[in-house]
């Protein structure tokens, strides 16, 4: 079913969200949650989505950018589901780049981010992920695991000359991610 997603100002969005319990790992109700976000995550065409956006206080992301023939070279994430994940940075380089958000639509901005990084957590069945990642899927998982702890990627932008709106700074409106 597709969900609301909160906008920045809802104090949900502020809260660290709650572990997934080990009772709830292949349960039907938390399989229903993953299904909302799924659904909600494709109505809008994003390349991610945390269960607090849609007002659920887990530990709980989905991410995932498949090939877009608008955007040949752009870097393709593997759809993920990812359960109290734990982020580790690789080596001290940081990349700027450009970030949209769900709950923030319709606006951009250039945000720093670990270049490398190391994730674990689980899938929706408690089994063990454990990946190395750089580049665009870096970026996207820290993004994802930011809203965990209450933080909204504005947050992380260095120099505010660099968040305005979508269509102002790219002269077209794009997907919210
Ligand atoms: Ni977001």
Redesign the pocket.
Known sequence: MIRDVLRMGDARLLRIAEPVPQTLFGSAELQALITDMQDTMASLNGA?L?AP?IGANLRVVIFGVGANPRYPDAETVPFTILCNPVLTPIGPEMEDGWEG???VPGMRGLVPRHARLRYTGTDERGQPIDREVSGFHARVVQ??CD?LDGI??PRRIRDLSQFGFTREIFGEDLAD?
Request: charged content about 15%; glycine content about 8%; proline content about 0%.
């Open positions: 991610g945390a956006q958000c769900l709950s993004h994802e809203h909204l990627y991610d």
